[in-house]
């Protein structure tokens, strides 16, 4: 069974977040082990450059393999074709590894060492909005490669 590992900056602090994430990767649990990764977010640095290095070092600690960035500059993606990346990333590999990144985004660092950087459009979410939906356009790329009424 393939393992998906999200890196995420920050924490989920409201219920209804924390439920919604819940519910998918409860959903996803028929399809692959689902892992949310926190690292801490950097509050108080003395400056931006500063919070994306110390964020950055800490993705980067967490990530065993390649991975994907979600990056509202990225390659924008519709829900059939990410459903084909993860597809495709399942025939070489049995863990497949996304990113999402701080307030003010990753560094450069991790910008560089992505395989890929994708993006659900260029609206500008909060967060923890973000993971929700991210989870859930995983959990729909699942069930389009199934080949199931979820996605109609």
């Known amino acids: ?5 999200l890196i995420c900056v920050g924490n989920l602090k409201e219920k ?29 640095l003395s400056s931006t450059k500063e919070t994306l290095l110390k ?7 967490k990530i065993k393999g390649q991975y994907f960035l979600f990056d509202v500059a990225g390659k924008a993606v519709s829900s059939e074709k990410f459903a084909t990346l993860i ?32 993006s659900f459009g260029e609206i500008t979410l909060p967060h923890n909005l973000f993971r929700v939906v991210a989870i859930e356009q995983i959990y729909r ?12």
């Open 1 to 5: 069974m393939m393992t998906v590992n």
């Open 16 to 44: 209804f977040w924390t439920e919604a994430q819940n519910e998918y990767i409860k959903r996803l649990q028929k399809f692959c082990k689902f892992n949310v990764i926190e690292v801490q977010e950097q509050n108080g």
């Open 55 to 61: 964020e950055g070092k800490l993705i980067l600690e």
């Open 87 to 118: 597809e495709d990333e399942a025939q070489c590999s049995s863990t497949i590894n996304f990113v999402i990144g701080g307030s003010y985004g990753v560094s450069e660092e991790v910008k560089a060492g992505a395989k890929g950087r994708l």
């Open 141 to 152: 790329a699942f069930n389009i490669i199934s080949g199931t009424q979820y996605h109609k």
